[in-house]
């Protein structure tokens, strides 16, 4: 018998699972776990024969079940029926996760000796030599060329939390899967069993010679922003947080979007960002770049302010470069005559009445996961645009749109960085991939699997990368 994978923790809704049933056919017909399966709740999307017999057959059953609760009911059910043994329920989540989900592949077979002597030794040494007369052939005879650290300490998980660096290895090595899948980039997913600032630096900076750039993952902040800091300014090759750029980028071309629906110029709009993490920083800084003038800021201090003094820094820079008018008060009260509300910061913040208090034609982006600042279908007939975090509504703004593209184009060009520029031409290059006849309230933001984006990124990015002077190497396709 498998292993069992299921646990007693609740299931997470609108996921399958796999019920292995051993059924005595003289007992119970399959009809009768059918009906058990659908009085619960559950939806039967698949059935597999895995054993048959003259009175026994064991099937395994793929299940959807749309409650938190709805599993265990149906285990309940199920160990209640006469001639029906429950053997095991896996939970296909989990299945898809054994193992890992990234591998290694060789490049080229071994075959002879001549081929092990060219790839390892004694032929090797001649590359090893010629990059150490010349240190930048490590880009083009070293995996440096086409390679990304997706690097963790698990202190910022979305949606868990500071759960460690084991704990943060499956995310990470989700995101090495979609680097290779939708920009061919191959990435190594690596947790840091540390979360002191100055250690995670220098571990960093001790394997950076392997990589072509670095993608900061799920690290706490204001840690996060010492740390990127300090590595783009002692290495020579592109370090990007993608919980704050990657989530930037993205927002900025579906904002352009919007204001497109509702006819708003960006430098006429006033925009509330609520929650000034990491995100929320570098969201703004990107905002201004594209020219939005203003901007105010709310946590849970409240609407910042240069009025006031703030302990943290990143809060501090945010109070002297925004809020021009000073406001304060609650969320509703600085949101009264907004145009856009940008929510970072957690579920149920924003109600339905803040909302009515925003200009005409409102534009409300509630990205918090796994629950948004406030609900679609609670302000859809008075928002002009609405955007969330999450998969299962229309506008999602997910950064697996942006990741990809930006480091392709910046391996492509051998970037030293990726400054401010490269990002202002990714988030353009995503708004440009809707078209003016396809864009509407609902489509805004393309999808993660229009394979369109990538490409495009990649070459606003390599040009920007050009025009500022940080492009090491001029792709032929630039020439």
């Known amino acids: 018998m498998n292993q069992q994978l299921y646990t007693n923790q609740p299931s997470i809704a609108g996921k399958s699972f796999i019920l292995r049933l051993e059924m005595d056919t003289d007992q119970v017909q399959f009809a009768n776990v059918a009906k058990v399966i659908a009085e619960a709740g559950g939806d039967i999307i698949a059935l597999d024969m895995i054993q048959t017999g003259s009175q026994m057959t064991v099937r395994d059953i793929t299940v959807t079940v749309t409650k938190n609760d709805t599993i265990e009911q149906i285990e309940y059910h199920l160990k209640s029926l006469s001639g029906v043994r429950l053997l095991h329920i896996s939970d296909r989540t989990f299945l898809l996760h054994l193992g ?26 001649r590359v090893c030599l010629a990059i150490q007369e010349q240190p930048e052939k490590a880009h083009t005879l070293t995996i440096k060329r086409n390679t990304v650290a997706v690097i963790s300490d698990g202190s910022a998980v979305l949606g868990l939390g500071n759960i460690g660096a084991s704990a943060a290895m499956p995310v990470m090595e989700g995101k090495a899967l979609l680097f290779k899948q939708f920009a061919g980039i191959d990435a190594f997913p690596i947790c840091l069993d540390t979360q002191d600032t100055q250690q995670i630096i220098e571990t960093i900076k001790a394997m950076a010679p392997t990589f072509g750039g670095i993608n900061l993952e799920d690290i706490s902040s204001p840690r996060c922003f010492d740390i990127e800091k300090r590595l783009n300014e002692e290495l020579d090759i592109p370090v990007f947080h993608d919980d704050q750029h990657g989530t930037a980028v993205v927002l900025l071309a579906g904002l352009m979007n919007a204001m497109k629906v509702v006819g708003k110029p960006l430098d006429k709009i006033r925009v509330v960002v609520c929650g000034i993490g990491a995100a929320g920083l570098s969201c703004t800084k990107m905002l201004m770049a594209a020219g939005v003038k203003n901007i105010i800021g709310y946590d849970k201090a409240g609407a910042l302010t240069r009025d ?29 005559g907004a145009d856009v509300f940008i929510g970072l910061s957690r579920g149920g913040v ?27 279908a609670e302000i859809e007939d008075i928002a002009a645009v609405i955007a969330t975090g999450r998969s299962d509504y229309p506008n999602q703004i997910n950064n697996v749109l942006c990741f990809p593209g930006i480091f392709r184009g910046a391996l492509d060009c051998r970037a030293e960085t990726i400054n401010e520029e490269m990002k202002l031409a990714a988030a353009k290059a995503i708004a440009s991939v809707i078209s003016d006849h396809e864009r509407n309230p609902g489509y805004i933001i393309p999808s993660v699997f229009n394979q369109n984006v990538v490409q495009a990124i990649r070459t606003q990015v390599v040009d920007a990368a050009i025009r500022t002077g940080v492009a090491r190497k001029i792709p032929s396709d630039f020439k």
Do not use: C
């Open 100 to 125: 890992g989900k990234v591998e290694i592949s060789p490049k080229i077979p071994i075959q002879n000796r001549d081929d092990l002597s060219r790839v390892y030794t004694p032929d090797v040494a």
């Open 350 to 376: 924003l109600k339905r009445e803040d909302v009515m208090k925003m200009a005409s034609q409102p534009v409300v982006f509630a990205m918090a996961n796994p629950d948004p600042e406030i609900h679609p």
């Open 308 to 336: 006031v003094q703030y302990d943290n820094p990143h809060w501090q820079w945010f109070a002297e470069n925004t809020n021009p008018e000073r406001k304060t008060g609650t969320i509703g009260e600085v949101l009264e």
